[in-house]
């Protein structure tokens, strides 16, 4: 009995083996040769967009599946060998300077960096688009972009001040980094500030701090998706009333000092948690405070290589590796356009020690020095 039910099972195998559509399938219906096949589905620029377009219709037409088992042993086979190159991904910038990314420092450069890196290793060239140039338009960007036969697009980190652009997002596979504002309903690759701030708690308590404050603008706030200040409210609600503390939104840049300035000897944090904390830093010290000496600071964004506080550096490389994957694996599927489920990636940053955090220089809870 066991030995047919064992050869039944093994036929019904062998049937559905023999039923599966392959690349030769295709090319043969086609009369296309194998290879030519193989490039057009991952949509390679060395294939005519024409050619291309039939071949995927056909491979739809047909029933054709990817096999996830030859996929996975293809890519264990070859992750060590150098990719042939697939096509050109396009990284948007909205920047004023057109050279903004190869130049600056911090989390942008290094979410621009790791997309780079990343981008190599797939065998895709990854190119900087200036989308900021004066007289660009929808039309004449999608078009640009078509032009260059591009097989993705990463929208970068966009600038506090961008007003907001449009492409023909339909035609292009397409992600976007951070939470930057954006008509289009695009997937997202970004730092996880939530946990992030809940990481920076988390160890300021088992430091033995009590008083722990939270300083940011409310544009910077914003741009975390309120998810600073959502992680710090939950931290705070598990204290008692008496405990817990108001954190700072700075709403008006041009006041903002004396607000803080307020805010501080009201609520005598022993230790503030910062998004741009240089600009409290500097507050602080121009009133005589002393770091860490009076008061103490964490940076909940201290990826910039000159930033001596401690704090959070949030894996732009990362990001940026991860933003790459994200577009890849859209063309590893042939999807192109708008999803109708747009996902979120978070990514936990890591601790940096820093000159700014010193328990041994913790004052008690009333603001006098610990014996």
């Known amino acids: 009995m066991r030995s047919e039910e064992g050869a039944t099972g093994a036929k019904a195998s062998a049937d ?12 043969d219906e086609l009369g296309l040769h194998f290879t030519t096949v193989a490039e057009a589905m991952r949509d390679s620029s060395r294939v005519s967009q024409k050619t291309r377009q039939r071949v995927h219709e056909t491979a739809e037409r047909m029933g054709y599946h990817a096999d996830p ?43 621009y ?14 190119e900087s688009f200036w989308i900021a140039e004066p007289g660009m338009s929808k039309r004449r960007s999608t078009e640009i972009l078509l032009n260059r036969n591009v097989a993705g697009v990463i929208v970068g980190p966009l600038p506090m001040e961008w007003d907001g652009f449009e492409l023909d997002w339909e035609l292009f596979r397409s992600v976007r980094i951070g939470n930057s504002e954006l008509r289009a309903r695009l997937s997202t690759i970004k730092p996880d500030h939530f946990g992030n701030l809940k990481l920076v708690y988390e160890r300021l308590l088992r430091l033995g701090f009590q008083r722990i404050g939270y300083a940011c603008t409310q544009y910077m706030d914003d741009r975390s998706n309120n998810n600073w200040s959502g992680a710090y409210w939950t931290m705070q609600h598990r204290l008692s009333p008496g405990k817990m503390l108001q954190p700072f939104l700075d709403q008006d840049p041009t006041s903002c000092k004396k607000s803080f300035l307020e805010w501080y000897r009201k609520e005598k944090p022993q230790v503030i948690m910062c998004g741009g904390a240089w600009r409290y830093q500097r507050f602080l010290n121009e009133e005589g405070y002393e770091i860490p000496k009076d008061i103490q600071l964490v940076n909940l964004a201290a990826d ?24 890849n694996g859209a063309i590893q599927r042939f999807r192109v356009g708008l999803e109708s489920h747009p996902k979120e990636v978070t990514l936990r940053g890591e601790w940096k020690d820093g000159f700014s955090l010193d328990p041994s220089l913790m004052k008690s809870e009333n603001g006098s020095p610990r014996s």
């Open 113 to 126: 960096l790791g997309a780079k890196r990343r981008a190599e290793e797939l065998g895709f060239r990854l």
């Open 16 to 27: 559905a083996t023999a039923k599966r559509v392959t690349v030769r399938d295709i090319a």
């Open 69 to 111: 088992m030859l996929a996975a042993f293809s890519a264990y086979c070859g992750k060590n060998r150098r990719s042939a190159f697939q096509g050109t991904l396009s990284w948007l910038n909205a920047f004023p300077d057109p050279e903004f990314f190869e130049s600056c420092r911090g989390f942008y450069r290094d979410c």
């Open 304 to 327: 910039s290589p000159d930033n001596r506080l401690a704090g959070i550096v949030q894996n732009g490389r990362l990001v940026g590796m991860t933003s790459v994957d994200y577009v």
